[in-house]
């Protein structure tokens, strides 16, 4: 059974770059897609980026300049990271499996729990 | 960008009777080629991430009750639960993801117990 887990600082202060590392277990992180979406409390369901194993990225447009999404193989891990944040960054950040090209690739089948990260000084 | 629009924002039903939540994309979702929508449906109780409940708009996850259906095409879709449970209480989402990578979800819709 594939587990994954967000970690990472619970607290951000505004201007600061928030950093999320999702560590894949029960399965291997190559040959699948992973994304990173997330939560704000109370509201629905941004998706921030992907990336495939290879390490290619995408982005969603409006967080594009302050997103970078890595890829650790050897770790089965992978990471995110949100320059310059602001209050409207708080949220529960998932990461999530995408399901593979018989769902049609962008449906995500396996989820972390999630974490909160708030931003304040 | 397509947007998703979900309807109600929630609705409470008694247990055992039929609950019906409605999504509607701003263009249609249908490959043409393959005659599939991209269109999902996930459920998110509280304090858990969203699980993978249909694809395809109509095809059911593996392990998921068959009082769960989903239907529709092109730009209006339905999930229905046929026998509302306890256990259904939660937030569902539409997403579609024809208009990739940028996956868009619905607002979400309450379901809870009358």
């Known amino acids: 059974q594939v587990q994954l887990q967000e970690s990472g600082p619970g607290l951000v202060k505004p201007s600061e770059t928030l950093s999320l590392t999702c560590t894949v277990s029960g399965g291997s992180i190559s040959s699948y897609y992973w994304s990173w979406i997330r939560q704000p409390p109370g509201k629905g369901l941004e998706w921030i980026g992907y990336?495939?194993?290879?390490?290619?990225?995408n982005y969603n447009p409006s967080l594009k300049s302050r997103v970078t999404i890595s890829v650790d193989t050897s770790k089965n891990q992978f990471s995110l990271k949100l320059s310059s944040v602001t209050a409207a960054d708080t949220a529960v950040y998932y990461c999530a499996r995408h399901a593979g090209p018989a769902y049609g690739d962008y449906v995500y089948d396996y989820w972390g729990q999630g974490t909160l990260v708030t931003v304040s000084s | 960008d397509i947007v998703m629009t979900q309807s109600p924002d929630s609705l409470a039903v008694s247990l055992g009777e039929r609950a019906t939540i409605n999504c509607k994309s701003s263009q249609s979702v249908l490959y043409s080629s393959n005659n599939k929508n991209y269109l999902a449906w996930y459920q998110q109780k509280p304090g858990q991430p969203p699980k993978l409940l249909i694809y395809w708009a109509s095809t059911r996850e593996s392990g998921v009750p068959d009082r769960f259906s989903g239907s529709g095409s092109g730009t209006d879709f339905t999930l229905t639960i046929s026998s509302l449970q306890a256990e259904d209480v939660a937030v569902y989402y539409c997403q579609q993801y024809y208009s990739t990578p940028r996956s868009a979800f619905g607002g979400g819709t309450k379901v809870e117990i009358k």
């Open positions: 990336i495939y194993y290879s390490g290619s990225t």
